[in-house]
């Protein structure tokens, strides 16, 4: 079995702040982690994702996850938030065995930036 | 390149009534999915398909079916709607390597079931 958890429903945060997103997850064998943000109405967009290698993954729009095995867990960070990161962001894990094609999304946190 | 495309945006079923949603991608793409997102709950894969003439169930298949003629559509069918399926419907592709790529999201559906 696969699954994530994003423990907080929604993160506020103010205009220049640092962002983090929790991410926790479980599987069974090697995960292979995603981030990826859905605006008002439209559909999900890739943000990042940690397959294997450096722990700190860089992507899209100034984010940033750091996977930690021991801790099991691949936060979202972004060192100075913008009004236009409000959005909904998943997080996303994939047991790496072969023929596994099914992604477990997690509910999805709530991001509101103030300015 | 549109990309994943979707349509109809919104539609209202009455219950027992039949619809097909469709899906188009022109990247070429082998995989492709269906998701259904309901509020506080994530998306939730309903079926995939890893090539033309290929698909299987994902975790919530139960009232939906697919096929996969073409490597470019992947319609999903109602065949009797049920105010339980009232969602928002996302389709999605990837390349070869399946879902451990990047898959690329449709705008989705929104469908009313009353």
């Known amino acids: 079995a696969q699954s994530v958890a994003q423990p907080e429903d929604q993160v506020n945060v103010a205009e220049g702040n640092p962002l983090t997103v929790k991410c926790t997850y479980s599987v069974s064998g090697n995960p292979y982690l995603f981030w990826y943000v859905q605006y008002p109405n439209r559909g999900l967009q890739f943000l990042l994702k940690?397959?294997?290698?450096?722990?700190l993954v860089k992507g899209s729009y100034g984010f940033e996850a750091e996977f930690n095995k021991s801790q099991t867990s691949f936060h979202l960070k972004k060192p100075s938030a913008l009004v236009s990161d409000s959005a909904l962001y998943f997080c996303a894990v994939l047991s790496g065995f072969y023929g596994n094609n099914r992604l477990a999304f997690g509910k999805g946190n709530q991001v509101v930036v103030i300015p | 390149n549109a990309g994943v495309t979707q349509t109809p945006k919104f539609r209202i079923l009455k219950i027992g009534q039949s619809m097909t949603l469709q899906c188009t991608q022109d990247m070429n793409h082998n995989y492709m999915y269906w998701y259904r997102q309901d509020p506080g709950m994530g998306l939730k894969l309903i079926y995939y398909s890893v090539g033309a003439g290929i698909t299987d169930k994902g975790e919530v298949p139960n009232g939906y079916n697919v096929s996969r003629s073409t490597t470019e559509d992947f319609p999903l069918r109602l065949e009797l709607a049920a105010p339980s399926q009232t969602s928002v419907y996302f389709c999605a592709s990837s390349p070869s390597q399946g879902a451990q790529e990047t898959q690329y999201f449709g705008p989705g559906t929104r469908l009313l079931v009353l």
């Open positions: 940690y397959i294997t290698g450096d722990n």
